[in-house]
């Protein structure tokens, strides 16, 4: 009978030298692997797998303290430790190490591992990578919650026109279309009369709105080869549902600042920048 310490090296020893193929030569043909990102049955694994390392190429897995072992199981605590040169979560690297802890009780039947149940904290990661992580309920009352994005030329014009795209998409279209949104956002940003965007998701649904000098120079986007291969994956089947719509403002309040003297509010383009207390206003921020 193969013994639980020995499996449980051999396996870390896989992640290690980074073999997927031995990693899941190593379960049951029935045998998962479940941890706070998901389950994932043996013929996913190595997907996994390949993605943590595409992520981390220098990844390693070092057993930390004092393992507690069964007749036919094993808690092993381990520390992870690696670089981010490689995309993260369709992310650029960051270049950043991270250092997480955790523990995988595995499970074995006849000399194969029946299951892992890893343990660490999820939220750990992305923490040390920069990014944000965002806690928030998906539905309350009726209200809905999602994430946004924005991207300026930082031009202080006031927009003269706005097109909103709304589109529905199915959870395994997800991807394509954040990456389609993205390639299309850096085509804009070079646009003669383009002046930001903002990129809200929630659920199913995402919606692009993009802020012009012109309504004539909304007509712009067409130029866009990212918008136009994103048209084309539409007419082929993307999403079940979209529409785009133009703008034109009825009424734009001129902008005000706040004086840092006298804290009085003042119409930035009409004073020429000066309070009437005397005082240079601050710079104010674009419209969009």
Same mark, same amino acid.
């Given at each position: ?49 390949? !993605? ?16 507690? &072992?069964? *007749?036919?199981?094993?808690? $092993? ?30 499970? $074995? %039947?006849? @000399?194969?591992?029946?299951? &892992? !149940? ?6 750990? $990661? ?5 990014? !944000? ?49 993205? %390639? ?21 649904? @995402? ?8 309504? %004539? ?10 918008? @136009? ?5 539409? !007419? ?17 309040? %001129? ?13 930035? *383009? ?19």
């Amino acid at each position: 009978m193969t013994h639980p310490l020995e499996v449980a090296q051999r396996y870390l020893q896989a992640w290690n030298t980074r073999d997927a193929a031995a990693i899941t030569a190593l379960f049951a043909k029935e045998g998962f692997y479940r941890d706070p990102n998901g389950d994932f049955p043996v013929a996913t694994l190595a997907a996994y797998a390949l !993605q943590l390392w595409q992520s981390f190429p220098d990844l390693t897995f070092e057993a930390q303290g004092e393992s507690m &072992v069964g *007749e036919a199981s094993i808690a $092993i605590p381990w520390l992870m430790k690696g670089t981010n040169t490689g995309t993260f979560n369709q992310l650029p690297p960051t270049h950043r190490s991270i250092a997480l802890q955790g523990i995988d009780v595995i499970h $074995i %039947e006849n @000399g194969k591992i029946k299951s &892992v !149940q890893g343990y660490f904290d999820r939220q750990a $990661i992305p923490a040390q990578l920069g990014l !944000q992580v965002l806690v928030q309920p998906h539905q309350l009352g009726p209200f809905s919650f999602g994430y946004s994005t924005f991207a300026t030329t930082k031009k202080r014009t006031r927009p003269g026109a706005f097109s909103i795209t709304t589109i529905w998409n199915r959870p395994d279209e997800l991807d394509e279309i954040k990456q389609m949104a993205r %390639e299309t956002g850096n085509d804009l940003l070079a646009m003669e009369g383009f002046i930001g965007l903002a990129i809200a998701r929630n659920g199913d649904r @995402g919606m692009t709105i993009t802020a012009w000098e012109t309504p %004539e120079d909304a007509a712009r986007i067409y130029h866009s080869p990212a918008h @136009g291969r994103a048209m084309k994956r539409f !007419q082929e089947g993307l999403s079940y549902a979209a529409f785009t719509s133009t703008w034109v403002p009825l009424r734009i309040q %001129e902008m005000r600042v706040r004086c840092g003297q006298c804290q009085a509010l003042s119409r930035y *383009e009409h004073t020429a920048g000066m309070c009437a207390c005397g005082a240079t206003l601050p710079e104010p921020p674009p419209y969009f």
